[in-house]
């Protein structure tokens, strides 16, 4: 197969996945405002305790509202790299659309991608409506660093990776339903410890260890360093250890285990799919 | 030249079981089938050294009953399943080794619900979606789907999803989009299943003509043995994992029965009567009683059909029956299968 | 006592398209009776209504207009009684199947949909086990079973729950001959004739509807075009026949004995053109029997029930347009 | 032999025999794929988590909005989401009740049953309300291992709250089920979703009216959610009977008798609609 034939089952399966996503239209709208109301929620009590917590983060510019909101932007779209090749496996199994795929001459980990790509673009075009919401909330960025783009993007692979690694532990552990659990505890500590809703002094010391597990606490690290006018006080526990300036010190990290997760995601994809193949774990055809 | 070769598959599944009472974490599926796993036991057998050759061009069916290993061989066959042991080639190509290439050889028709559809997306769309993966162009794959749409007449249901369609109307989707693709080896499963007389018909009448026109060669597996004995140059009857005939619908007849089937119809037949006729030299008498058992229908198959026609009409008539209807007729290959399954 | 289990009037139903204002007629003023005791069948071409007259008797979908009865109770005012009175099964889907329950347990929870006792339920699946073969699935989850094997246990329910109408939606769906020549075999000596119960199936195998069913309806384009026996249906479509019979001792024939078009005399046996061998063969039997003269051979040459089918669909076919 | 009926009387016992092996099933369902129950519970355990560390660190900002009912902004936050379990249930148990049975392919079988539909419908809420229950019972351990009083001594005037204010919520529960049938709304009901998202920003749920700016107070007066959450709040945290307090009281009945006549005619029109088009069925 070509990669002109590659692309363009890639396009079908995105334009599919928007013809879907548009069907119902009421329900579509619907499902926009319901995304957006996390922000807004999250803006609404930031506002109003915007003046009272701005000591506290001094680290990040101060301003709690730009703190949390660019962070629920990050956040989106990296857990929907960590999320999307799972559940995309996941519902081609249960619509039972599965066997179209499987029996055609596609590279099983171009499938998975392929398949994960119409959410990851409709996930992307809901992060740029975050944006626009962010920004008539009242987000204020300092600076547009090039750099915090490279963090996100460095910071994305990583979580593809690890999404790749989840989504093929679909048939190899057989976790079909619900969530496999390699995503789950990276959901788990990106939601509570990486940061995300309120800075890491918040939490016990001890969790700053935990926080080290996930990509996403690099990149908010990072980027609201890069964006909010950051202060270079140490808070992640390798920038402790390593003492250098802490945003490089967040994108090494983050090339190194997006190198690390990539790789490994590659592999377990291919040979997990091999297993699959072998006991027929994922086809519905009997 | 062979276009399909088998050679001596084995394949088993690890057998899942109830596992007991749950723990805290559920039943935890993967661990335990691990465990069987690990344990060497608990498999099922789903293929036991099957072999065969299928030349270019031909037609095979594999015929065999419900969990017989049918559906597994053609899944190993269509690369959607790696057989523990054993080789097979597709074209001269190695599936285990090269599972890419081949498939791009093979089209895999799946039936009833596994259809393998996109069910969100119209009939012309999953058209085009399977024609891409095959490396058409956009605009290739698009006058292909509407071409094959009109062949199997769901052109005016173009713009309809899977879901709205009929079973044989969904039948005839899968077979459009085995032809798509154009590959020189078709696996087809049960292709006329749920489909009405007429509609098998055009559909049996269409492998027969096109297949033979352009050279493909098919394996397909199904449960009328009229439909196989229509379509296959060879049939391979499979049971518990094993092919245990290959051979042409006549020499299968020819080895397995040297007997006439005698129809008969007749009126108020009880019980008595049917053990007379079974103490008869017969091989095999079914009976089916209608209007409430006032009539009944016998299939008695004998191999002596004159003799026992002679004295089953003296046992119905002695008994104050009445014959109203009876046939000597050559055993089909239903016959012949009921045989060899009874 | 009832005697018409089964009655339909004038039932009409039509299908909006989806996303569009425009109608699909699936059923046009159908009307037919079933006696009780009886082996129903509904045939058809795909499309032509079939599923939706069922879907109609066992209240799943409302006609838009006519009326039907179910054992005596309207399909629209008494639902719950009409349902209560049949028993529903469709071939060959998913339909049905608790996925993580076993085979025994989802037949314990038919069963129990039904309000039938425990131990009623328990005994009937022991027969169940015996008559259709489960051992091997009983205990295994629905999700595990096969195509076949699931139809299996689904079929099982009509052994289950013996509500006085059984409707069945093509019950050899899917299934290898020795299956469904097993279900034919229980469908007719056992359902019907034993237990006595009416039963309403669809169907596209001409053979088993010869073999098993006591009337047949025809249903084209949402239309009935012929509802009567099997053999009545083969008579209105005028083909001849033809007998071969061998005869040992003398016997000689005239056409008008046995209301036969012609008789022939060859070396061996005698051939006989007829417009219904069913009548012939009687006769012809008698006759042998008073001139003390044995029929050792029969052979029958006429046309199979799915031409005589497709005549009279394609007939209509040529009023209709 | 001629039958009689199997089926012989529309008891209750027979309704709740369907329901309870219903109940019995989505309870195998859940159990066969394993581990995805503990998960679920330990992603609420997460969630409370979050809350609790968000309200930590903004509590001192918060103060003056809650003060009048002279608690932390974590305390008002947990019981907030504790009352918000429930109303979710109110609302929603029936719409998933038919929408599990539908995508599980069971409807078919329960609706050819004599009287399977009902035991359908109880069964699958009695499935949901085991699994709300189970959340609510994490949310009390969480409370406990957190240090925050769940005011159980108030308990009867909480129970009365609830009780009151739980006539709109099944109103609003009655009319998302029926949109189900009537708008063909298979992935989820759109009254539902709209009235989440209202809640969410107006009702009170994660913070007090009293932020929001003036002119969207309206939106809170007109929202029965508003009142439900007060409700619940003032009975735990100050042990208020609803009786004594007419500006939530007769708020709450009004509404509560137009949403239910509303949602008992919509779901009427719902099933009237279901019946003629087979919309629950699955068979094809």
Redesign the interface.
Known sequence: MGLMSNLRVAYYLVRREFKIWTYYRVNFILDIIEVLIDLVVMAIIALASRDVVAPKLSVYGGDYLSYVVLGLICNRILSMAVNAPYSSIGRAFWQRRIELFLSSPLNPVFLVSALSLGSIVRESIMAILYLVAALALGLRVSSLGLTSILAMLLGFTACLGLGLMSASLFYLLEAKAGSDPLRWIINISSRLFSGLYYPLEVLPFWCRYLALLTPHTYVFDAVRRLLLNGTSEPILVVHYILLADPVLIDLFCLLAYSLISVLLGYFMTKSGFKIALKDARLSWWS | MDAVVVEDVYKR??K?K?YGP?T???????VM?TLYRLKGRGYVEALKGVSFKVSEGEIFCI?????AGK?TLM?CI?????P?KGYIEVVGIDVVKNP??A??K???V????????????TLV?NL???G???????SEARSKAKEILDVVGLSEKAN?RP??L????RQRLSLARGFIAETPVFLI??PT????????KQVRGYIKSEFKKQGYTLIFTT?F?YEAEYLADRIAIMDRGKIIEIGSPEELKLKFIRGKVIDI?ALNVYKNVLEKLRSLDVINI????????AEV?LKILTKK???I??EA?DII?SHRG????????EPTL?DV??II?? | MLSDIVVVENLSKRYRKEKSREYITALKSVSFKVKRGEIFAIMGPNGAGKTTMLKILSCVIRPDSGDAWVYGYHIIRDRAKAKSASNLIIGGSWIGLHYAYTVRRNLIFFGKLFGLPDNVIGERIKEAIELLDLKDIIDKEAIFLSTGERHRAILAKMLLIRTPVLFLDEPTRSLDPVLANKVRFLLSNLISKEYGITVVMTSHQAVEVETIADRVALLNKGRIIACDTPENLRRRINKLEKLVVRIKGNLRIKPQDVEAEDVKYSEDSIEIICRDSESVIPKLLSLAKANGARVVGIQVERPSLEDVFKELVGGSHGINE | MVLGYEFKKGGCRVILNIAIETLRSRIFKEYFWGVSLTMSIVDTIVGILAYYYVALFVQNAMERYVSAYGVSYAEYLLIGLMAGVIATFLQYSLYEGISLGYWASETDLYITSPIGLKGMLIGHMMFIALWESVILATYALAALMLGIPLHLENLPQIVLAILVASLPMIGIGLVSASDFTLFNAKRGSMTGKVFSILQRIFGGYYFPVGILPQQLHIVSYLLPHTYFYEAVRIAAFKGVWITQKPELLYPLTIQGIILLLLGVLLMKKAIDKAEETGDLSRWT
Not at chain 2, 24 to 30: D, I, N
Not at chain 2, 193 to 200: F, N
Request: proline share 4%.
């Open positions: 599944y690890p899942y109830r749950g805290a974490l559920g039943r935890a599926h993967w089938a015929i065999g009953p419900n969990g559906t899944k269509g690369v959607m399943l790696i523990d890419l290439r498939k791009k093979i089209t895999v799946g039936s009833g619900y596994w259809a393998g559809f996109d069910w969100s997306l769309e085009i979606l399977f891409l993966m095959y490396g058409y162009s956009m309809d879901s709205k009929s079973s044989g109307e499963d049960e299943v749920g489909l009405d007389p007429e509609g098998a449960h043995m119809k079914d009976y089916f009683y209608r209007f409430g058992g229908n059909p004159y003799e026609l002679e009409i008539l009445s014959l109203i209807y009876a046939d000597v007729r239903e299968y009921r399954f009874r």
